[in-house]
Protein backbone atom coordinates (compact mmCIF):
# COMPACT_ATOMS: atom_id res chain seq x y z
CA UNK A 1 0.00 0.00 0.00
CA UNK A 2 2.80 2.39 0.67
CA UNK A 3 4.73 1.80 -2.45
CA UNK A 4 0.79 2.54 -4.54
CA UNK A 5 0.90 5.96 -2.50
CA UNK A 6 4.31 6.46 -3.63
CA UNK A 7 3.94 5.72 -6.65
CA UNK A 8 0.72 8.04 -6.89
CA UNK A 9 2.45 10.97 -5.28
CA UNK A 10 5.33 10.32 -8.11
CA UNK A 11 3.29 10.39 -10.96
CA UNK A 12 1.11 13.76 -10.00
CA UNK A 13 4.63 15.08 -9.19
CA UNK A 14 5.59 14.11 -13.19
CA UNK A 15 2.62 15.39 -14.73
CA UNK A 16 3.07 18.56 -13.60
CA UNK A 17 6.72 19.13 -15.10
CA UNK A 18 5.18 17.45 -18.14
CA UNK A 19 1.64 19.31 -18.49
CA UNK A 20 1.67 21.66 -21.98
CA UNK A 21 2.14 25.18 -21.51
CA UNK A 22 -0.39 27.34 -23.68
CA UNK A 23 0.28 28.08 -27.08
CA UNK A 24 -0.81 31.60 -28.75
CA UNK A 25 -2.58 32.37 -25.28
CA UNK A 26 -4.50 29.32 -25.87
CA UNK A 27 -4.59 26.15 -23.59
CA UNK A 28 -4.23 22.87 -25.60
CA UNK A 29 -5.10 19.68 -23.20
CA UNK A 30 -2.20 18.03 -21.59
CA UNK A 31 -1.16 14.35 -22.50
CA UNK A 32 -0.67 11.55 -20.03
CA UNK A 33 2.65 10.97 -19.91
CA UNK A 34 2.32 8.05 -17.64
CA UNK A 35 -0.06 5.56 -16.76
CA UNK A 36 -1.24 5.39 -13.30
CA UNK A 37 0.54 2.17 -11.97
CA UNK A 38 -1.35 -1.36 -11.15
CA UNK A 39 -0.39 -4.15 -8.81
CA UNK A 40 -2.14 -6.80 -7.89
CA UNK A 41 -2.71 -8.46 -4.68
CA UNK A 42 -0.31 -12.03 -5.57
CA UNK A 43 2.41 -9.59 -7.07
CA UNK A 44 3.59 -6.45 -5.31
CA UNK A 45 5.04 -5.15 -8.80
CA UNK A 46 4.16 -1.76 -10.06
CA UNK A 47 4.25 -1.33 -13.92
CA UNK A 48 4.73 2.12 -15.98
CA UNK A 49 4.10 3.40 -19.91
CA UNK A 50 6.32 6.64 -20.35
CA UNK A 51 4.95 8.27 -23.13
CA UNK A 52 8.30 9.96 -24.85
CA UNK A 53 8.35 13.93 -24.25
CA UNK A 54 9.43 14.50 -28.16
CA UNK A 55 5.86 13.05 -28.76
CA UNK A 56 4.26 15.82 -26.79
CA UNK A 57 3.21 18.98 -28.71
CA UNK A 58 5.67 21.76 -28.69
CA UNK A 59 4.84 25.29 -28.03
CA UNK A 60 5.85 28.04 -30.95
CA UNK A 61 6.06 31.39 -31.64
CA UNK A 62 6.05 33.39 -34.85
CA UNK A 63 8.54 35.64 -36.02
CA UNK A 64 6.20 38.33 -35.75
CA UNK A 65 6.52 37.91 -31.82
CA UNK A 66 9.78 37.04 -31.30
CA UNK A 67 10.76 40.41 -32.95
CA UNK A 68 8.29 42.10 -31.14
CA UNK A 69 9.97 41.26 -27.32
CA UNK A 70 12.19 43.63 -26.59
CA UNK A 71 11.97 45.96 -29.65
CA UNK A 72 11.95 49.52 -27.79
CA UNK A 73 15.22 51.11 -26.81
CA UNK A 74 15.22 54.18 -25.22
CA UNK A 75 18.85 55.98 -24.38
CA UNK A 76 20.65 56.66 -22.29
CA UNK A 77 19.12 54.57 -19.29
CA UNK A 78 20.33 57.88 -16.63
CA UNK A 79 20.65 61.43 -18.11
CA UNK A 80 23.29 63.22 -16.22
CA UNK A 81 21.88 66.96 -16.86
CA UNK A 82 24.85 68.22 -14.32
CA UNK A 83 24.81 71.54 -12.77
CA UNK A 84 21.22 73.39 -12.92
CA UNK A 85 20.48 76.92 -11.13
CA UNK A 86 17.33 76.50 -8.67
CA UNK A 87 14.08 77.57 -10.06
CA UNK A 88 15.88 77.40 -13.85
CA UNK A 89 14.22 74.45 -15.60
CA UNK A 90 16.22 72.42 -17.62
CA UNK A 91 15.31 69.44 -20.50
CA UNK A 92 17.15 66.54 -21.14
CA UNK A 93 16.62 64.48 -24.75
CA UNK A 94 16.36 60.81 -24.93
CA UNK A 95 16.38 58.69 -28.41
CA UNK A 96 13.55 56.15 -28.85
CA UNK A 97 14.73 53.58 -31.30
CA UNK A 98 12.21 50.82 -32.68
CA UNK A 99 13.37 47.59 -33.23
CA UNK A 100 10.51 45.67 -34.12
CA UNK A 101 8.93 45.28 -37.17
CA UNK A 102 5.90 46.83 -36.72
CA UNK A 103 5.41 50.97 -36.18
CA UNK A 104 5.52 51.95 -32.74
CA UNK A 105 3.64 54.67 -30.62
CA UNK A 106 4.68 56.67 -27.61
CA UNK A 107 1.32 56.11 -25.93
CA UNK A 108 2.74 58.64 -22.52
CA UNK A 109 5.70 59.63 -21.41
CA UNK A 110 5.52 60.74 -17.69
CA UNK A 111 7.32 62.29 -15.11
CA UNK A 112 7.64 60.92 -11.72
CA UNK A 113 6.64 63.98 -9.82
CA UNK A 114 5.39 67.38 -10.55
CA UNK A 115 9.40 69.03 -10.65
CA UNK A 116 9.25 67.02 -14.24
CA UNK A 117 7.44 67.79 -17.42
CA UNK A 118 7.73 65.97 -20.62
CA UNK A 119 7.59 66.79 -24.38
CA UNK A 120 6.59 63.68 -26.56
CA UNK A 121 5.29 63.13 -30.21
CA UNK A 122 2.35 60.34 -30.53
CA UNK A 123 3.73 59.82 -34.36
CA UNK A 124 4.44 56.14 -35.25
CA UNK A 125 7.43 55.40 -35.32
CA UNK A 126 8.82 53.47 -37.89
CA UNK A 127 10.17 50.14 -37.73
CA UNK A 128 14.14 50.45 -37.93
CA UNK A 129 13.72 54.05 -37.01
CA UNK A 130 14.16 56.70 -33.95
CA UNK A 131 12.48 59.60 -32.33
CA UNK A 132 13.18 61.61 -29.41
CA UNK A 133 11.31 63.15 -26.38
CA UNK A 134 12.27 65.62 -23.46
CA UNK A 135 12.04 65.54 -19.74
CA UNK A 136 12.34 68.82 -17.92
CA UNK A 137 13.42 69.17 -14.33
CA UNK A 138 12.27 72.49 -12.65
CA UNK A 139 14.31 72.28 -9.24
CA UNK A 140 12.47 73.89 -6.26
CA UNK A 141 15.41 72.88 -3.88
CA UNK A 142 18.94 73.01 -3.79
CA UNK A 143 20.83 69.67 -3.98
CA UNK A 144 21.37 65.90 -5.58
CA UNK A 145 18.25 65.05 -7.26
CA UNK A 146 17.24 61.75 -9.15
CA UNK A 147 13.88 61.70 -11.11
CA UNK A 148 12.14 58.73 -12.77
CA UNK A 149 10.78 59.18 -16.18
CA UNK A 150 7.95 56.27 -17.48
CA UNK A 151 7.63 55.56 -21.32
CA UNK A 152 4.81 53.32 -22.13
CA UNK A 153 4.61 51.99 -25.99
CA UNK A 154 1.90 50.22 -27.55
CA UNK A 155 4.62 47.06 -27.97
CA UNK A 156 5.84 47.01 -24.21
CA UNK A 157 3.93 45.09 -22.03
CA UNK A 158 5.71 47.11 -18.88
CA UNK A 159 6.40 50.57 -19.01
CA UNK A 160 10.31 51.48 -19.81
CA UNK A 161 11.89 53.57 -16.68
CA UNK A 162 14.46 55.92 -17.60
CA UNK A 163 16.13 58.23 -15.10
CA UNK A 164 17.10 61.99 -14.87
CA UNK A 165 19.61 63.32 -11.94
CA UNK A 166 22.04 66.16 -11.58
CA UNK A 167 22.92 68.81 -8.50
CA UNK A 168 20.63 71.46 -8.12
CA UNK A 169 22.20 74.78 -6.30
CA UNK A 170 20.96 77.92 -5.17
CA UNK A 171 19.92 80.67 -7.49
CA UNK A 172 22.45 83.97 -7.07
CA UNK A 173 21.42 86.67 -5.34
CA UNK A 174 23.61 88.74 -6.62
CA UNK A 175 21.08 88.98 -9.74
Do not use: H
Not at 1 to 15: A, E, K, Q
Not at 95 to 115: F, Q, R
Not at 141 to 147: C, L, N, Q
Amino acid sequence: MVNLLRIIFLLSFLSFFVSTPSVNGQNTPSKKVAKKSTTSKKKKKSTKEIVPAASLPQPTTSSKEVSNINSVKVEPFNNNMGTLTQGVPKSATFTVTNNANVPIVLKEVKGGCGCTTTDYSKEPIPPGKTATFKATYDAASEGDFSKSVKVTTNLESEPILVIISGKVVAKNKNN
